[in-house]
């Protein structure tokens, strides 16, 4: 069964470093999305990405974050220079364009920020 | 703006059915999704629900939606060990962009 798959599975990085954390989103599928959950809150919405731009973005999502499809298979979430508070498990989804609505998850990065 | 509320926790007997209810406040919801989120792993979907249905039946699932009183439920038949997760309720509108509820924690007991 396709699935979205994402690297790291957990990344450790000293505070005001650069991090990068890939996806790799289910071949045929059209939109895809970063969303991330801070231990014991909700999953956030952070960002939708559609015909290689952004389609909408949340006031989380600052200048700091970033994302990019560098080739027909990756998307990438890039945060410039971390901060403590961007310490949570963020996941990658996409989804097929129509009406079916399914939005398929990744197995997520925990990002621990130090 | 959208706000999805659970129930944080249900504690529910093997073999018994659990029902996990969510309110949400969108009314222009299109869908309305259950995942499902075991320990250290990624979230998974178990169904979803259009909203001009009102039911949903798959396999031990069945999904209930009150689209007047913007109530969405989960029932789990005959639940069993596995089933021991948290479970998250979301609402999404066309752009498919979710809003999720904080998660209802099962714990199911021998």
């Known amino acids: 069964e396709p699935e979205v798959t994402q690297t790291p599975s957990h990344q450790v990085t000293q505070m005001g470093q650069e991090v990068i954390l890939r996806c790799v989103p289910i071949s045929n599928h059209l939109y895809f999305y970063w969303y991330r959950q801070i231990l014991g809150q909700k999953v956030e919405f952070l960002v939708s990405?559609?015909?290689?731009?952004?389609?909408?973005k949340s006031e989380i999502f600052d200048d700091q974050f970033s994302v990019e499809r560098p080739d027909g298979s990756n998307f990438t979430l890039k945060i410039r220079s971390t901060k403590l508070e961007d310490s949570a498990m963020y996941f990658c989804?996409?989804?097929?364009?129509?009406?079916?609505?399914?939005?398929?998850f990744g197995e997520g990065s925990r990002l621990t920020v130090l | 703006g959208e706000d999805v509320e659970q129930s944080l926790f249900l504690s529910v007997r093997e073999g018994d059915s659990s029902v996990i209810n969510c309110t949400y406040t969108d009314s222009s919801s299109t869908y309305l999704y259950w995942y499902k989120q075991e320990p250290g792993a990624g979230l998974q979907l178990l169904t979803y629900?259009?909203?001009?249905?009102d039911m949903k039946q798959d396999q031990r699932l069945t999904v209930l939606l009150n689209k007047k009183d913007k109530h969405l439920s989960l029932r789990i038949a005959d639940t069993q060990t596995g089933d021991s997760a948290i479970y998250f309720c979301?609402?999404?509108?066309?752009?498919?962009?979710?809003?999720f509820g904080a998660g209802t924690t099962v714990t199911v007991r021998a």
């Open positions: 989804a996409s989804s097929e364009a129509g009406p079916r609505g399914e939005l398929f």
């Open positions: 629900i259009f909203s001009n249905m």
């Open positions: 990405f559609y015909n290689n731009e952004i389609s909408e």
């Open positions: 979301a609402e999404s509108t066309e752009d498919y962009k979710l809003s």
